[in-house]
């Protein structure tokens, strides 16, 4: 080992007696070797000078002659063709890379696996000389080629300040060689508790109990595909403190499951400062999210926290994607990234796995990458679709880092397997041949399966660009594991990963813009390098944060070193670093562009008292369930997009005297409440005054498609009477019904109703026919509509003066069409103007509230809609209807569109399966993804059928404009993680602009596209001009997991806070409280209308405050999805409140004082 130089005698470094006696003599002198100090605690050098040479692309790739890196990995074993065939093809598949600076020289060093010969170390020279050492080191490998090396590991386990090794080994001991401070190491894994004979495949260390030492979760693949098909058990080991190990697995609470794991990731998912485990399981068995219970246990709540994984989970890492402050965790699957490769062998194995029942209240395993979003709370949100990393290819190792220095980290993976094995024609072949061995053989001749790597660069908002060729890392081939580290000391990340058959890859990092900063950790409480630590730094262009976690990606260890890269921030305005020990240190006024060590302070952590602030809304549970009966629904259509039943159950506020009760509409196994079941979904429920005797009545409307369309579909009215309710006659107008409102249309004094129609069952997406009921004395009869009713699939509707004229218009939202505006030609008629008014966009619209957003005394409208967050979100959607068989009843096929050419969205043996002699016309997999649509179905056929687009997926608000159509404009990014259904619009910061709750997720996708399930509902704030700005969910309290339909505002306590209600499909409804803030009171104001509309439906309540600014708020029946609020107008004032002002439904207006006489419940009677 080379001698390190004396430390400079005109440098003035910080105290760090405390550190030097804690650490070993040459690692004293490394932090030594450095410029003058900052602060106390933080010792500072300067990078190296940029590399002087650019090429065309961000990394260059260097010569392993160049560089010294020279290793092989061949996979040498003959036995992976024979018995070992199964576990090599389905399981231990990889190696890995470790890189860490073992000798203290202040340069990373680089370990790199090899699967069957030596595996190599080579010490880093500087100048990119690198020098193999693995003799002198001491590091042999017995057993190979049989007994195969996996993952490496550089971590401290003796806490001596010096990285020590740990290989992972299959079917042999694993080995840990610890480091002897003289350049050498001896191995000691059975003396120190870790020589595990095994199919290891990973050790993730940390310091998981948070003592100052680290302990080691052992990640396992198949060792014996006969005796353990699904893999082997994991293991955990303690740390005793002196470098031994215990394994405390089954104390700890680890699950005793058999496991093919190929990543497990210290994470910190709910921000308590104890770190979780997430582990990556690839096939059926789930995988594991072990919260950390703060007691040496862990408790599996992968279920409560997420609501979808991948199904055959790869690689894992872990970093703040969205920069908001907090960890994500981005987990890889196996999907294609082209719909070719999908459909050669991808696609006929998701169709088999969708037809496997999924087990209520489980995260849902879906083919393709996952995106887990941390929120600060127990719950995630998830987002891979929404950022363009839903589909990777085959891949292993994922990598999160800021590459191009923007202060945003991007993403790396690499790809490729051994042989196509997924390729459906490849298993048909081997299928044939009843010999294994013959199988075996013919899987040995076919090609490798090369495919390109890929990098993804963060472009902000929660979207990545794939930029792989563009920055010089697509290459072609088979990559394994990956790591990245400063190697050349100019503070940008390179990169070194596995190849199969051949050596590493060595990248440089050539990058010439941005500023950035790297910081290394030396603990003295905590472990020596900081290992879970949590740095956070704020810049003038925003903040960011890292943890420091040693397994990341795939089998590989990084430098254990922390990078920012700072884009045109030159300074650091503060630094926060927080120690596994509890220790917080903060730094201020910091220089770009060095390197810093941050030094811990001795001795133990003051306990700090932590209190977040409060959540605007706090959860509470009604006690109330809807359940659904397991059948399927018997007028299900081939290859439709979604399912209709199950789609609430909807919510009615009901006003009874001076209080609010809740009317929860029924489903196929529980009734709304006092009726009886006919075992067919309720509609959305309308309560609204229909006879004119002052006592609310409901109009109760039917649902989905689970019965031929007839007389089962026909909305019930039922009229109130003191002592409940009595049936009345209604039109026969059978329809499933997907929007129920009301209001006086003609101005006579009397609430008129309209009922939406949503599918028309067994015929979907033909245009069923809505309905315009006008009500005279409680009689009800049909008004005529444009197109005969036939306005599309519609899903919400609301009664809004558009234009300001004094007449209720109807807005409709549609599926496979656009928003609509019905105008109010004086209650004698309805004249469509969507064109006109700028309601252009085709879209999935699912819900529809109105207010004023952006304050210019008109309405705008807030419209749900599925999302960017689903297959569709690259767009867009098409779906054809019409015959493609010989014979039979129409169906429908979705397409997707590629350079002009329209291809199935199905695979192969699903079309073929309803399409007579597909099979027979194309009997390969190969072949048939090449094949347009036309030339499937034939072009005549494609031609006669009808098409449906949809062009706009994202929620957003249509804005009035001073002169002209509304303009849409989308909302921000998290509300398009999830479908919109449930929303509501409402002031819920009490200053007086109109905000918006929205609940997201849907489970009526059928399989094949999977459940869209990455929200957890948003409150976004209004700035009063129709910007909106998203709470996070601890921000904001509301968080409401599962597949949330209704939404409503209510008061069913009777203290004039405003409360919000959702229901949920099959899961309990929440209602959130809304306690107050400080220099706000709440005011309920209540309307009192005449006998025909008691409730004042369509009314505008104007309330000037005593410091003369102003609050509005209309008064309307049901909006938003399956959903009716309370008719009250509810207001948080900063000030006392002057007087109000009503105009009522028939024109008139009404000026009223108010007197400061204490209570929250104003009530305002009609003028006579």
Not at 191 to 196: N, Q, T
Not at 403 to 412: Q, T
Not at 425 to 438: C, G, K, R, S
Not at 605 to 626: C, E, I, K, N, Y
Request: proline share 7%.
């Amino acid at each position: 080992m080379r001698a390190l130089p004396p430390p400079f005698s005109n440098l003035r470094c910080p105290p760090v007696a405390g550190l030097l006696r804690t650490v070993p003599p040459w690692v004293a002198l490394a932090l030594l070797v450095v410029t003058a100090p900052a602060a106390e605690g933080l010792v500072a050098e300067p990078l190296a000078p940029r590399s002087p040479v650019r090429g065309p692309t961000l990394f260059a790739t260097l010569a392993p002659g160049d560089t010294g890196i020279v290793a092989e990995n061949r996979y040498a074993d003959p036995r992976m063709w024979t018995d070992r065939y199964s576990e090599i093809i389905y399981g231990p598949m990889g190696t890995g890379v470790a890189i860490g600076d073992y000798d203290g020289d202040g340069r990373p060093d680089v370990f790199i696996v090899s699967k069957t010969e030596q595996s190599r170390l080579f010490r880093n020279h500087g100048n990119w000389k690198f020098e193999d050492v693995t003799a002198k080191s001491g590091i042999v490998e017995p057993g190979k080629p049989a007994g195969w090396t996996q993952g490496a590991a550089f971590a401290d386990v003796d806490n001596d300040g010096r990285l020590d090794l740990y290989l992972c080994r299959f079917g042999v001991p694993n080995q840990l060689f610890m480091n002897r401070g003289d350049g050498t190491f001896r191995e000691e894994a059975a003396a120190r508790g870790l020589a595990v004979t095994d199919a290891s495949g990973m050790g993730a260390f940390c310091d998981y109990d948070r003592d100052g030492d680290l302990d080691v979760y052992l990640q396992t693949n198949l060792f014996d595909t006969v005796k353990a098909p699904q893999g082997q058990k994991d293991y955990l080991f303690r740390n005793r403190g002196d470098g031994t190990y215990e394994e405390v697995t089954t104390a700890a609470g680890i699950a005793p499951i058999e496991t093919a794991g190929h990543s497990a990731t210290w994470w910190d998912y709910d921000g308590d400062g104890w770190p979780d485990l997430y582990v990556a399981n690839d096939y059926a068995v789930p995988d594991f999210l072990y919260r950390n219970n703060r007691d040496g246990t862990f408790t599996n709540v992968i279920n409560e926290a997420i609501a979808q994984t991948p199904h055959s989970s790869m690689g894992s890492d872990l970093g703040d994607a969205d920069n908001d402050g907090r960890v994500d965790l981005f987990v890889a699957d196996m999907a294609a990234t082209t719909r070719e490769k999908d459909q050669r062998g991808m696609a006929k194995i998701r169709a088999m796995l969708d037809s496997a029942v999924h087990p209520t209240g489980e995260a849902f395993q879906f083919m393709r990458n996952a995106l887990h979003l941390g929120t600060g709370t127990a719950r995630l949100r998830e987002g891979a679709q929404l950022a363009g990393i839903a589909a990777t290819d085959w891949t292993w190792s994922v990598r999160f880092d800021d590459f191009d220095n923007d202060g945003r980290i991007d993403l790396h993976v690499t790809n490729g397997m051994i042989r196509e094995y997924h390729n459906a024609d490849q298993h048909q072949v081997l299928m044939a041949l009843e010999n294994p061995a013959d199988s075996r053989r013919a899987m040995q001749a076919a090609p490798v399966f090369a495919e390109r790597n890929l990098a993804f660069r963060n472009e902000g908002a929660l979207r990545f660009r794939e930029v792989g060729t563009e920055w010089g890392l697509g290459q072609l081939g088979v990559s394994l594991g990956a790591a990245t580290g400063d190697l050349d000391g100019d503070g940008d990340l390179d990169l070194i990963y596995a190849n199969y058959q051949s050596g590493p890859t060595v990248l440089r990092n050539d990058s010439d813009t941005g500023h950035r900063l790297v910081i290394a950790l030396r603990g003295t409480t905590s472990n020596r390098f900081g290992v879970g630590a949590t740095v956070r730094i704020k810049t003038a262009t925003g903040e960011q944060v890292r943890t420091l976690v040693l397994a990341r990606g795939y089998l590989s260890t990084s430098e254990p070193v922390l990078h920012f890269g700072l884009g045109s921030a030159e300074r650091v305005q503060e630094l926060t670093v927080e120690w596994p020990s509890g220790h917080r240190q903060s730094f201020g006024n910091l220089a770009a562009d060095q390197k810093l060590t941050l030094i811990e302070p001795a001795g133990p952590a003051r306990p700090t008292a932590s209190v977040p602030p409060a959540a605007l809304f706090q959860a509470d549970s009604l006690g109330l369930v809807s359940r659904e009966q397991p059948e399927a629904d018997a007028n299900a259509q081939p290859f439709q997009p979604f399912t209709f039943d199950r789609r609430g159950p909807a919510l009615a506020v009901l006003p009874v005297g001076k209080g609010e009760q809740l009317l929860l509409g029924g489903t196929t196994r529980d009734p709304l409440r006092g009726f009886s079941a006919d075992n067919l979904d309720d509609g959305p429920l309308l309560v609204f005054e229909a006879n004119g005797d002052g006592v609310p009545d409901l109009l109760q409307t039917k649902a989905g498609t689970s019965r031929p369309f007839g007389p089962d579909y026909q909305p019930k009215l039922h009229l109130g009477t003191p002592t409940g309710f009595t049936p009345a006659a209604l039109p026969a107008i059978p329809q499933s019904t997907g929007a129920a409102t009301a209001a006086d249309l003609d101005r006579d004094g009397d609430l008129d109703a309209f009922l939406g129609a949503r599918v028309l069952p067994g015929r979907y997406p033909l245009t069923p026919r809505s309905v315009l009921l006008r009500n005279d004395g409680g009689t009800f009869t049909e008004l005529p509509l444009p197109e005969n009713g036939e306005l599309g699939l519609v899903t919400s509707a609301v009664f809004s003066d558009l234009d300001q004229d004094g007449w209720p218009d109807l807005i409709l939202a549609t599926e496979w069409g656009t928003v609509r505006y019905l105008h109010n030609d004086a209650g004698k008629a309805f004249t469509d103007r969507s064109v006109a008014q700028g309601f252009t966009q085709s879209g999935f619209w699912s819900s529809l509230v109105a207010a004023d957003f952006n304050g210019d005394g008109r309405p705008d409208f807030a419209v749900g809609n599925l999302g960017l967050n689903t297959p569709y979100h690259s767009g867009p959607a098409i779906l054809f209807h019409g015959r493609f068989g010989d014979g039979g009843p129409p169906s429908v096929i979705e397409a997707t569109q590629e350079d002009g050419k329209l291809f199935p969205r199905r695979s192969r043996n699903e079309l073929g399966g309803r399409i007579a002699g597909l099979l027979r016309r194309y009997p390969r997999h190969n072949e048939f993804a090449k094949i347009a649509l036309p030339e499937i179905v034939g072009a005549e056929r494609l031609a006669r059928a009808r098409r449906f687009d949809a062009t706009e997926l994202r929620s957003g608000v249509y804005l009035s404009q001073p002169t002209g159509p509304h303009r849409f404009v989308p909302l921000p990014w998290e509300v398009q993680l999830a479908p919109v259904q449930g929303m509501v619009a409402l002031d819920l910061t009490g200053d007086g602009f109109a905000d918006l709750a929205l609940g997201q997720n849907s489970h009526s996708p059928t399989p094949s596209l999977g459940r869209f399930t990455g929200g957890l509902g948003v409150i976004l704030v209004n700035d009063g001009r129709g910007d909106f700005r998203a709470l996070d969910p601890q921000q904001s309290g509301f968080i409401v997991p599962g597949d949330v339909r209704a939404l409503v505002v209510a008061d069913l306590d009777g203290d004039a806070r405003p409360e919000l209600v959702a229901s949920r499909s099959e899961q309990p409804v929440l209602a959130f409280l809304r306690s107050g803030f400080t220099g706000h009171q709440p005011l309920r104001v209540v309307l009192q209308g005449p006998s025909g509309n008691p409730t004042a439906i369509g009314a505008r309540v104007t309330l000037t405050l005593a410091d003369g600014s102003v609050r509005t708020a209309e008064v309307a029946a049901a909006s938003g999805y399956y959903s009716q609020s309370s008719p009250a107008a509810f207001f948080w004032l900063p000030v006392a409140p002057r007087s109000l002002a009503v105009t009522w439904p028939d024109g008139r207006v009404s000026t009223h004082a108010i007197e400061s006489n204490g209570s929250a419940h104003l009530v305002i009677a009609a003028p006579r």
